[in-house]
């Protein structure tokens, strides 16, 4: 099983491999992925598709980890 991308059989049009591994990673240390994110979280939100009534986190989860003592 492979996990991940695989760089090296890249065949879309986009360039080598390598050229998509820096661009990817170029977009990624300069801030490029998380603004394309707020863009999109911005358009789903106008769209009405984003409910934050229910906070961050569904009602069914629960921690993996228990809680510090005292806590709670």
Request: glycine share 14%.
């Amino acid at each position: 099983m492979r996990t991940g991308v695989q760089w090296r059989p890249w065949r879309n049009g986009s360039g080598s491999w390598k050229t998509v591994y820096e661009r990817l990673r170029l977009w990624s240390g300069d801030g490029t992925w998380e603004l394309l994110l707020r863009q999109v979280q911005a358009a789903a939100d106008v769209a009405g598709e984003i409910d934050m009534g229910h906070g961050t986190c569904p009602e069914w989860w629960t921690p993996l980890t228990p809680a510090p003592a005292g806590a709670g």
